[in-house]
């Protein structure tokens, strides 16, 4: 059913009118053929009571008619399409129910003593009921006395209204027989042409109508869908639609325009920072110098060094988010097995347990300045937190993995989604050697995010930590 039910908001409400209209139409048709067939009985009884009322006068009447149509030699069955005239009224001294009861109906019985009342007759019995023709005694004689009758077969599966009163207590019957007429299918043809028109004049306008609210809502989503990806890049789109979609537009613009506005000033805000502590800390590293104190002036020197990475994290962190793009950095074709390979032996030459696992071999579109720095940043913490790192570079359906494992503490699984977070550590130690400036992870993700992937974390069972770069294989 889901698979069935379109998923957007165009499909859902024409869908649903559709259905709507449907529905009603069935229930339409219902009580139109419920009304009909009422109709139809009232008629057929009417019809009985108005043979009744002559009685034998009519009876006469009909007989002198029959004589003249010999005469003339016409068939004594007129047109064929009712009953010979011989049935329409005749008298006999049993019921015409006698025999098979169960057909009788109470109600419609009711109905033709109230008819005949107001004809200022008054039944001393009146019963009414339903035969087929071929189950009735008198049609079954009067055509096996006349061939002509006994060839139009379609007389016996036709239903007849026979209709039977008793003037007087023990007196004669007097029945009245009426056919059924025959079903057309007008009436059906003309509801479902009326409901065709219906339904083209109805989705029509429906079409019209939603293609004017959600064809700029369409637009607004695909721009805000952009803006998540570049909220750098602020684009007023036009105010169309209904003045509901007109005035969330207009909103979203603002609200755009302005979040757009503080990340310019939060980026400026950074490099400003940035920019404006290099000088004094240069300073400061020439003026230890004249330190007398070896020791002290090593751990001097190690603090401008940790204040200077992490003013340099500072500055990479708020280029990536502005999606600031260097000459240096702007994406090439690259084999990041190769290029995890050249991160793996940095490390190797500088002592430290890192390995490379044979993997895929991937060609990507990359960054290759941040794509580098992103991945020496997850060795880096495995080394650290871990004691080594063991890195892989794998290929899946829709990505390619850059891999870390290490096998050190892992992660609590609450605080997870937090280490992505700028300035947050693994452990409270503010020494960059062991805690580091908290910045690493939170520039990792950044790249990532650039690229149109994700930074994954997550435990292994047997102990340590995942940490993955997926990005997306561009066709």
Known sequence: MRRLWPSSLLGQVLASAALALLVAQIISAALLYGASEQRRESALLATAAFQLVGGAERAARNEAMRQESARLRRPPGGSGRGLPRVLRYSVTSASPFASDPGTIDGDAAVELRGLLL???????RAVVGEKRAGEDPAITQLVQRRPRLARRTEWRRRPVLIAAIQREPGGVWETARVLHPERRGAGIGALVFQTIVIFVFLMAILFLLLRRITGPLARLTTRVDDFSRRPEQAVRLAESGPADVKRLIAAHNTMEARIAALLDEKDVMLGAIGHDL??????LRVRIESVADD????RMAETIEDIAAT?????????IGKGDQGEGDRREAVDLSALAAGIVEEFEDLGEDVALIE?????AQV???????ALRNLVSNAVRYGGSARVSVLSAADAVILRVEDEGPGIAQDRIAEMTEPFTRGEASRNRATGGAGLGLALTCAIAEQHGGELALDNRSTGGLRAEIRLPIQS
Not at 118 to 124: L, S, T
Not at 278 to 283: D, G, Q, R
Not at 311 to 319: E, K, P, Q, Y
């Open 278 to 283: 290099k000088t004094p800390l240069a300073a």
């Open 311 to 319: 003013l340099d994290d500072i500055l990479s962190l708020a280029r």
């Open 359 to 363: 993997g895929s071999r991937v060609v």
């Open 367 to 373: 960054h290759v300045t941040w794509l580098k720095r």
């Open 295 to 298: 020791a002290q002036r090593a």
């Open 118 to 124: 107001r004809q200022g007759i008054d039944p001393a």
